[in-house]
């Protein structure tokens, strides 16, 4: 298995196309399996994010590495390093009702953009898990956004 370090230096230099086609592989191979397949990235887990398309209106679904924060979830739309950020999160700001899917277990959740001292906390347990995040945000020119997926009731 790749370090994340060696994991986020050879993505920086892939095609967002190619992460996206990993992606597409990633989502069945995880839902099949329950999420026990795939469900990794080096030591940070990975959930299945659905979000609604911000011009199509349609469910798109991706897989994002996340950290646990009590009842909340964390995830960073760094799109492996690439200048441009995930389609994803372009959705949530649009429409921040979204769905995570964690092994079997599915539920609705509200987004925020995180900021100041609640960013850099989550950032910084977010990069122990992969080392990647801090990588990527030094070589691209925006800023990365760090979502907090807060539980929403139906």
Do not use: C
Not at 30 to 48: E, Q, S
Not at 99 to 116: F, L, T, Y
Not at 120 to 139: H, P, S, T, V
Request: proline share 5%.
């Amino acid at each position: 298995m790749l370090s994340d370090h060696l994991y986020s230096r050879l993505s920086i230099f892939l095609p967002a196309g190619a992460l996206r086609a990993m992606g597409r592989l990633n989502v069945p191979i995880y839902r099949l399996t329950r999420g026990r397949v795939m469900n990794k990235v080096g030591r940070a887990p990975v959930l299945l994010l659905t979000t609604t398309g911000r011009r199509s209106g349609e469910s798109r679904t991706a897989p994002v590495v996340y950290l646990a924060d009590g009842e909340q979830l964390a995830v960073i739309s760094s799109n492996g390093g690439n200048h441009n950020a995930p389609g994803w999160s372009y959705n949530l700001r649009a429409n921040p009702d979204a769905e995570v899917e964690i092994g079997g277990e599915r539920r609705p959740v509200r987004a925020r953009v995180a900021e100041g001292e609640e960013r850099e906390r989550l950032w910084r347990r977010l990069n122990g898990l992969y080392a990647g995040f801090d990588d990527y945000e030094a070589n691209v020119s925006r800023d990365i956004a760090l979502f907090v997926l807060e539980p929403r009731v139906g």
